[in-house]
T-cell receptor, first 110, second 115 residues
Framework: SQELEQSPQSLIVQEGKNLTINCTSSKTLYGLYWYKQKYGEGLIFLMMLQKGGEEKSHEKITAKLDEKKQQSSLHITASQPSHAGIYLCGADNQGGKLIFGQGTELSVKP | NAGVMQNPRHLVRRRGQEARLRCSPMKGHSHVYWYRQLPEEGLKFMVYLQKENIIDESGMPKERFSAEFPKEGPSILRIQQVVRGDSAAYFC?????????????FGSGTRLTVV
């Protein structure tokens, strides 16, 4: 069965710094989703990547899917306290369901 | 267009009671997926339903848990005789077909607390 591993598990950065979160799959990725979750709240959809080499950006957040389609990275430029939360990657398992990484908890110190 | 609606947002049950969680998919969506997020754990798939059919229940606990998606009305996740270990956030997502991405159609979740 497919597994997703996120790294790091937690991250503390100073406001204004850049950061990267990685999501590595044990199998080829056919659809990779990134979400943000505030503690105790629902999932906020960030973006979806499908093609190898694809890159998407939303405000200061950029996500890439590598050419071999087994890893994705999420990069935040000039982090702000509003970026704090748990970032989850999810992969389309091709049976309709999604499998998720364990999450990366981001704290941004003002 | 209303998104995926889940209710209640918060549910408190005593051990041994039944919990019923409801999920109304987006308009035009006939596929529903339930996920569970246990404290300190990631999101785990539970069950995938299409109208009146269970397609994949590989993530459902063998006992006490059931799900349905009737022809009319919301999908229901039912937990009988709840125990403290059932305390978690339960999310559902929907899609129009089984090949359409469901990524951006998650509900806000139901947080179940068993006391």
């Amino acid at each position: 069965s497919q597994e997703l591993e996120q790294s790091p598990q937690s991250l503390i950065v100073q406001e204004g710094k850049n950061l990267t979160i990685n999501c590595t799959s044990s199998k080829t990725l056919y659809g990779l989703y990134w979400y943000k979750q505030k503690y105790g709240e629902g999932l906020i959809f960030l973006m979806m990547l499908q093609k190898g080499g694809e890159e998407k950006s939303h405000e200061k957040i950029t996500a890439k899917l590598d050419e071999k389609k087994q890893q994705s990275s999420l990069h935040i430029t000039a982090s702000q306290p509003s970026h704090a939360g748990i970032y989850l990657c999810g992969a389309d398992n091709q049976g309709g369901k999604l499998i998720f990484g364990q999450g990366t908890e981001l704290s941004v110190k003002p | 267009n209303a998104g995926v609606m889940q209710n209640p947002r918060h549910l408190v049950r005593r051990r041994g009671q039944e919990a019923r969680l409801r999920c109304s998919p987006m308009k035009g969506h006939s596929h529903v997926y339930w996920y569970r997020q246990l404290p300190e754990e990631g999101l785990k798939f539970m069950v995938y339903l299409q109208k009146e059919n269970i397609i994949d229940e590989s993530g459902m606990p063998k006992e006490r848990f059931s799900a349905e998606f009737p022809k009319e009305g919301p999908s229901i996740l039912r937990i009988q005789q709840v125990v403290r270990g059932d305390s978690a956030a339960y999310f559902c997502a929907s899609s129009r077909t089984n090949t359409d991405g469901q990524g951006d159609t998650f509900g806000s979740g139901t947080r179940l607390t068993v006391v």
